[in-house]
């Protein structure tokens, strides 16, 4: 079998991803970078947003097409797959597999079944199941705890995921064994809200340990990086801050979204805290965490929003300074309580409340990057960037980061960077050697000469 997957979404289900697709390659499953060459073609959907949801419906027709002509199986995974929307869906485009966030485990007797195979069931064993590390990467992530516990009224992920369980330690750790003796240099702690990690499992009464605690744990596993995502700002405790100060490999970048800044706003989201809760938890991370990388979510447009609450949204991104921001226009998905009790705002209010936000952000973007001019930052390198001669990698803050090839810095790797120049979403900087030196560049085809030469080789 050729298998091929096209992952929408976020992190969580990148790493669903390389779950099920571990687990397609131990069937013996080759795993295929394009549709064309495969008889297997499996979607993990998102339903965040109608953006996602619309991409899967467009390429499920593509798929039924090229259906018609050959022989394939459709297998549809992830959030959308949760839902009735994604349920029709696939009926509609004769999808033949569909597994729920739950249910990735029976990938394999979805494919054994001879008819259509419907998996929807939350499943104990996904919690236990340790995937194999990923092969020749520095980056891994590490899903801690699934579902989530909250009802914000925009959101639908507490339908398709169900409520929150965490993984057990023993298996976390187990798991992060298996990518420390790959090679890996950089593990991304995943969840809906990691700060509640072991709350469901009463943490509390020192069953689990708390989320703090298990940052320390896994900080001192030997892992050279350690960051997570995403903290809720209501269970966000102090002790996490100073977990992150008191334990070297956690990385200083700090991922809080706060939706809004109007009280009004986050009452009727079921944030659970206020605009001054909040600010007091990024004062106690700056106060454990002077040099801290702040990012966060908001969502301009909730229905009500007034001038007035997005004007406090603007004040609070000055009042915080955040460093990066990932910004959404409010999307109404069926299902959410909000889709159901509010109106939704006209779509120009939203585009241009989006935009006025977005250069706000690329101001203190702007402002934050270039205090970093200067500095020594440790990037991981990825590999190559688009342009040849340089690789791309990041910080640990985060910062995308480009550098040119250096002797002795070729490839993947974790080096130290001195910053030379930054723009709002990027950094651009040169490899330093043991001695704090610039490392000499990889001579490189003088750009000109290579211009010059390019039709002379096309001949
Ligand atoms: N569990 C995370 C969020 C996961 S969803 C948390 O609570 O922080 C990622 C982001 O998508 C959210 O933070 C929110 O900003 C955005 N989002 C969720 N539902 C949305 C909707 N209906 N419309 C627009 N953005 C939405
Ligand atoms: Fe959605 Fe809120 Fe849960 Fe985040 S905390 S996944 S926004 S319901
Ligand atoms: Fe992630 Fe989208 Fe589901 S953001 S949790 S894949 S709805």
Known sequence: ??????????????????????????FGADIVDSVDVADFVLLNTCAIR???????RSLLGDLRKIKARRPLVIGMMGCLAQLEEGQQMARKFGVDILLGPGSLLDIGKALESNERFWGL????ELHDHVPPAPAGQLQAHLTIMRGCDHHCTYCIVPTTRGPQVSRHPDDILRE??????????????????????????????????????????VGRSGVRRVKFTTSHPMNFTEDVAAAMADTPAICEYVHLPVQSGSNRVLRRMAREYTREQYLAHVADIKKHLPHVVLATDIIVG????TEDDFAQTLSLYDEVGYDSAYMFAYSARPGTPSYKHFDDLPREVKT?????????????SARKNAAKVGTTQEVLIRGEAHSDGFLEGHTRGNHPTIVPAAIGATGPGVYPVRIDHATPHMMYGTV??????????????DPQAAALSAPLSMA
């Open 176 to 217: 992060l064994d298996l990518q420390l003796a790959a090679g890996v240099q950089e593990v991304t702690l995943l969840g809906q809200n990691v700060n509640a990690y072991g709350v469901d499992q009463g943490a509390r009464l020192g069953g689990y340990p708390t989320f703090a605690n298990l940052l320390r744990l």
């Open 302 to 305: 909730f229905p009500g929003e």
């Open 50 to 56: 109608g953006k996602p949801v619309e991409k899967v």
């Open 432 to 445: 330093l050697g043991p001695d704090g030196h610039p490392l000499p560049q990889v001579p490189r085809l």
């Open 1 to 26: 079998m050729r298998a091929h997957i096209v992952t929408y979404g976020c992190q969580m289900n990148e790493y669903d991803t390389h779950l099920v697709q571990s687990q397609l390659v131990s």
């Open 121 to 124: 069931a939350f499943r104990d």
């Open 352 to 364: 241009e409340r989006l935009e006025r936000l977005i250069a706000r952000q690329k101001d203190w």
